[in-house]
């Protein structure tokens, strides 16, 4: 059964600096995505990842993968006020069902 | 392309009453779909999976005589709460799958249910 682990559960950014959130899963999965969840809404899809040593951008975002470690992250850089929202990592399991992660509350102050 | 509506996007509802919640895939056809369910400040848990045809395959946990799914054609899903009670009160979203595009699920806007 996957398992999906993020970490931190809440992230307070400074303005203009940079941040890394971290997704751990437990077993091989297709493939890893990243979502955005504003509040109150649905998930927005930000990125999928196919491969090992695949990275995509996005703006502000960048998000890699590393299927031998098991491992995604998503980097923030040079936070901004915008990027306020949950982020969620996710897992492709059997049947093609998504193991979400706990997600990331990330508040970027001024 | 690849949209995802829901209906209602919010809806209350007294306690023992039932409610229905329409999951379409607008521009394609979609024989899966999901169903998840998300508390606040938490994550989303997947409820079952709708299957065009066939009867929906439910998560450990989730009663499949109180969450009624319906998948009667390849553009709706449909998502009954029956004898609704406080606990259900919830923010449930769909996906419907598109395995030829890159993201393979896409996801509704979500229907806020408040049971009073």
């Known amino acids: 059964e996957l398992k999906v682990e993020q970490n931190p559960l809440f992230l307070s950014m400074q303005e203009g600096k940079n941040y890394t959130i971290y997704c751990n899963y437990s077993t091989t999965s297709d493939r890893l995505y990243w979502y955005r969840q504003d509040p109150g809404k649905s998930l927005e899809s930000l990125f999928v990842?196919?491969?090992?040593?695949a990275v995509k951008q996005e703006g502000r975002l960048m998000a890699s993968l590393d299927t031998k470690a098991r491992l995604s992250t998503l980097h923030i850089t040079a936070a901004v006020h915008d990027l306020s929202a949950t982020y969620f990592c996710?897992?492709?399991?059997?049947?093609?069902?998504?193991?979400f992660g706990g997600g990331t509350r990330v508040l970027v102050k001024p | 392309g690849a949209v995802v509506s829901q209906h209602p996007s919010w809806v209350i509802c007294k306690s023992g009453t039932s409610v229905k919640i329409e999951c379409r895939s607008l521009?394609?056809?979609?024989?899966?779909m999901f169903w998840y369910r998300q508390f606040p400040k938490q994550s989303l848990m997947l409820m079952a999976t709708s299957n065009e045809g066939s009867k929906a395959t439910y998560e450990q946990g989730v009663e499949k005589d109180k969450f009624l799914i319906n998948h009667a054609s390849l553009t709706l899903s449909t998502l009954t709460v029956t004898s609704a009670h406080p606990e259900d009160s919830s923010f449930y979203i769909c996906?419907?799958?598109?395995?030829?595009?890159?993201?393979?699920?896409?996801f509704g806007p979500g229907t806020r249910l408040t049971v009073t």
């Open positions: 996906s419907a799958r598109a395995p030829l595009s890159v993201y393979e699920q896409y």
């Open positions: 521009d394609f056809q979609a024989t899966t």
């Open positions: 996710a897992g492709k399991a059997a049947g093609n069902k998504l193991t």
């Open positions: 990842l196919l491969s090992n040593g």
